[in-house]
């Protein structure tokens, strides 16, 4: 069985919404380790509405923090520390799509950061969504993660940019798994579309 991490190059690029079209792909189970602030509508209470399948299990949150900020400033509020040890992957014999916070350097505490609860044998989507600057955002994130030897696949957000998907694809060596339009909504019908466009690539990975 797979183990998905989603990862983004920053924030608000569509980690969400990658991780709901993953899961309703693979019908696979969904785990946030660490949720920090929106507790009353969080991103495992988003992919629940989105998806359709009724195979899906939910996880739980390994820490649930109250402020949206950065997880280390957010444990500091809540005046407690996360520790790493205490995020334990779920037990499952389905498929996992675990979703990040942030980027893979986000602090975690004064020593750990989001890249240090991804395990080898983790499958990693990078999220890339296109705005000026993202092609060095990608391209570090990338590079960051296929020197730590992990299997590294791109999905791209937004609008067509042909010569910034080109280049990215030709530097990095990734597999691209596709892009994810500009969408006037995003509903469950918007998941199954991109569900069926990518399951071939996500079966592959």
Same mark, same amino acid.
């Given at each position: 069985?797979?183990? /998905?991490?989603?990862?983004?190059?920053?924030?608000?690029?569509?980690?969400?919404?990658?991780?709901?079209?993953?899961?309703?792909?693979?019908?696979?189970?969904?785990?946030?380790?660490?949720?920090?602030?929106?507790?009353?509508?969080?991103?495992?209470?988003?992919?629940?509405?989105?998806?359709?399948?009724?195979?899906?299990?939910?996880?739980?949150?390994?820490?649930?923090?109250?402020?949206?900020?950065?997880?280390?400033? !957010? !444990?500091?509020?809540?005046?407690?520390?996360?520790?790493?040890?205490?995020? /334990?992957?779920?037990?499952?014999?389905?498929?996992?799509?675990?979703?990040?916070?942030?980027?893979?350097?986000?602090?975690?505490?004064?020593?750990?950061?989001?890249?240090?609860?991804?395990?080898?044998?983790?499958?990693?989507?990078?999220?890339?969504?296109?705005?000026?600057?993202?092609?060095?955002?990608?391209?570090?994130?990338?590079?960051?993660?296929?020197?730590?030897?992990?299997?590294?696949?791109?999905?791209?957000?937004?609008? !067509?940019?042909?010569?910034?998907?080109?280049?990215?694809?030709?530097?990095?060596?990734?597999?691209? /798994?596709?892009? /994810?339009?500009?969408?006037?909504?995003?509903?469950?019908?918007?998941?199954?579309?991109?569900?069926?466009?990518?399951?071939?690539?996500?079966?592959?990975?």
């Amino acid at each position: 069985m797979k183990k /998905i991490f989603i990862t983004g190059i920053s924030t608000e690029v569509g980690k969400t919404l990658v991780s709901a079209i993953v899961t309703e792909a693979l019908e696979a189970d969904y785990w946030k380790p660490v949720q920090a602030g929106e507790l009353d509508y969080s991103d495992t209470d988003k992919v629940a509405e989105m998806i359709s399948n009724t195979i899906t299990t939910f996880h739980q949150n390994s820490y649930a923090l109250e402020t949206p900020m950065s997880p280390h400033a !957010a !444990a500091e509020i809540d005046q407690i520390q996360i520790n790493i040890d205490s995020i /334990i992957c779920p037990n499952t014999n389905n498929n996992l799509v675990i979703e990040g916070a942030g980027g893979l350097l986000v602090p975690l505490n004064d020593h750990d950061t989001i890249l240090d609860i991804i395990k080898p044998d983790y499958k990693i989507i990078v999220v890339s969504r296109h705005y000026l600057g993202s092609i060095n955002h990608t391209l570090l994130t990338t590079q960051l993660l296929q020197e730590k030897g992990f299997d590294v696949s791109i999905i791209f957000s937004g609008d !067509a940019h042909p010569t910034t998907e080109s280049i990215i694809a030709k530097k990095t060596d990734a597999k691209i /798994i596709g892009r /994810i339009d500009e969408e006037k909504s995003i509903n469950k019908e918007t998941i199954k579309k991109y569900a069926q466009r990518f399951r071939e690539n996500l079966q592959n990975l």
